[in-house]
């Protein structure tokens, strides 16, 4: 069975500061991981996937992830946080093609000038 | 191109009242998804479709909750009776599902209240 970990439910930093989201997860089957963005009020958008093949993977403003296998992470950065990076952030896997994504609980990214 | 469109987009009711949630996957996607979020619980998948057909509802909380897909192009989450503990957003998502990874691309949500 599948999965996801996020270890923090809040993290806050300064603008210009490193972010680390941090997701971890379980799976009996090779992952596919997501990680996905949402702003107030709105609903969620696709910041990058893991499929296969490199294990850096760049997403959307900025953000990137790597996945580490013997580890099980699968944790986002972003080397300097802007103001509209504030948002919740989730992390999410799944099987094959055409199974659901099992999200994590999420995590509330707060920037402070 | 046009997203997932759901309606309402804010829906107040009274306890014991039906709800009708719409959603309106893309076009050409074969899998539709109908997720619950709570501050409590987080998202919940309640049910997913493919190709119109219900493949697993084991989400959907209880039998106050049914989903239908006609056709591929407009799904309904009916509540009845509704009950204030089903307030919440709730989203639908469609999926293309080819061969590669289900990238799911989400709707707006509707922010139901239950009085």
């Known amino acids: 069975a599948q999965s996801v970990t996020q270890l923090g439910s809040h993290v806050s930093v300064s603008e210009g500061a490193l972010v680390l989201l941090r997701c971890n997860y379980s799976?009996?089957?090779?992952?596919?991981l997501f990680w996905y963005v949402q702003y107030p009020n709105q609903g969620l958008q696709l910041l990058l996937k893991?499929?296969?093949?490199?294990?850096l993977v760049k997403g959307i403003n900025g953000f990137e992830a790597e996945f580490k296998k013997s580890e099980t992470s699968f944790h986002l950065t972003k080397p300097s946080a802007h103001m509209s990076d504030a948002a919740e952030y989730f992390c999410?896997?799944?099987?094959?093609?055409?199974?659901?994504?099992?999200f994590g609980k999420g995590t509330t990214l707060s920037v402070s000038s | 191109d046009a997203g997932v469109i759901q309606s309402p987009r804010h829906e107040v009711t009274e306890m014991g009242q039906e709800v009708t949630l719409r959603c309106k996957p893309i076009?050409?996607?074969?899998?539709l998804f109908w997720y619950r979020q709570t501050m409590m619980r987080g998202l919940e998948l309640l049910i997913y479709?493919?190709?119109?057909?219900?493949?697993?509802d084991s989400g959907m909380p209880e039998d106050r909750f049914s989903a239908k897909m006609p056709n591929a192009s407009f799904s309904t989450l009916k509540i009845q009776p509704s009950e204030p503990r089903d307030s919440a957003v709730y989203f639908c998502?469609?999926?293309?599902?080819?061969?590669?990874?289900?990238?799911?691309?989400f709707g707006p949500g509707t922010r139901l209240t239950v009085l």
């Open positions: 999410a896997v799944t099987g094959p093609a055409g199974t659901a994504l099992i």
């Open positions: 479709f493919n190709n119109n057909v219900p493949i697993d």
């Open positions: 076009s050409g996607h074969d899998y």
């Open positions: 799976s009996s089957v090779p992952p596919y």
């Open positions: 998502a469609s999926s293309p599902g080819t061969s590669g990874p289900n990238e799911q691309f």
């Open positions: 893991y499929t296969t093949g490199a294990t």
